[in-house]
């Protein structure tokens, strides 16, 4: 079934360090997304990126795009308390699939 | 501009009872997603819906639950029959142009069955 692996599962940072996340998917994928969630929030949307080797930044966070379309990556600089939540990558494969599958998610602790 | 709102936010069933929960999309917005999480989990596809039809259930159990979204009113989830594996939070989003577009998350039904 079509997947979208997410790793790490789990990051624990000290405030001011980078943090990185990877999604991973067997598949060509016509666009991807990125939810955060803040624990016991709902999902909020922050980036869609579209072309090949797209990359993007919202301040301290850069996304990117792989040039094969089959991953992305979402980075933190000097992550902030704020930063703490579960990060989710989403994507709609290519064809007629008419549902947006969501990564397995990275959850990240920041330590003050 | 209200955003997409969810009802109840908690609900309680007791084991055979049924469980429903109501979704108003955002406005503007005909696109409904529903998707179920678990307590450290991601979220997993259920179902999503335009008007009056349903594009894609696949990932919705066959029996016990069904959903529709009326011309009219709030898309409606409904769990027949609840069992204590149906406790998860579940979350309605909606969108204006389809998955391609960002997906607008309610804050969710937290469903606990005893």
């Known amino acids: 079934g079509q997947q979208v692996m997410q790793i790490p599962q789990y990051q624990h940072v000290q405030e001011g360090e980078d943090f990185t996340t990877y999604c991973n998917s067997s598949?060509?994928?016509?666009?991807i997304q990125w939810y955060k969630q803040r624990p016991g929030g709902h999902p909020v949307f922050l980036i869609q990126?579209?072309?090949?080797?797209e990359v993007k930044k919202q301040k301290r966070l850069t996304f990117q795009f792989g040039e094969a379309k089959k991953n992305s990556s979402l980075h933190i600089t000097a992550t902030q308390t704020t930063d703490v939540g579960t990060y989710f990558c989403?994507?709609?494969?290519?064809?007629?699939?008419?549902?947006?599958?969501f990564g397995t998610g990275t959850l990240l602790a920041v330590q003050p | 501009n209200a955003g997409v709102m969810q009802n109840p936010r908690h609900l309680v069933r007791r084991r055979g009872q049924e469980a429903r929960l109501r979704c108003s999309p955002m406005?503007?917005?005909?696109?409904v997603y529903w998707y179920r999480q678990l307590p450290e989990e991601g979220l997993k596809f259920m179902v999503y819906?335009?008007?009056?039809?349903?594009?894609?259930e696949s990932g919705m159990p066959k029996e016990r639950f069904s959903a529709e979204f009326p011309k009219e009113g709030p898309s409606i989830l409904r769990i027949q029959q609840v069992v204590r594996g149906d406790s998860a939070a579940y979350f309605c989003?909606?969108?204006?142009?389809?998955?391609?577009?960002?997906?607008?998350f309610g804050n969710g039904t937290r469903l606990t069955v005893t």
């Open positions: 989003a909606s969108s204006q142009q389809g998955p391609n577009s960002p997906l607008h």
């Open positions: 990126l579209v072309k090949s080797g």
């Open positions: 989403a994507a709609i494969y290519g064809g007629a699939t008419n549902k947006l599958i």
């Open positions: 598949t060509t994928l016509s666009n």
């Open positions: 406005k503007g917005h005909s696109h």
């Open positions: 819906l335009q008007k009056e039809n349903i594009i894609d």
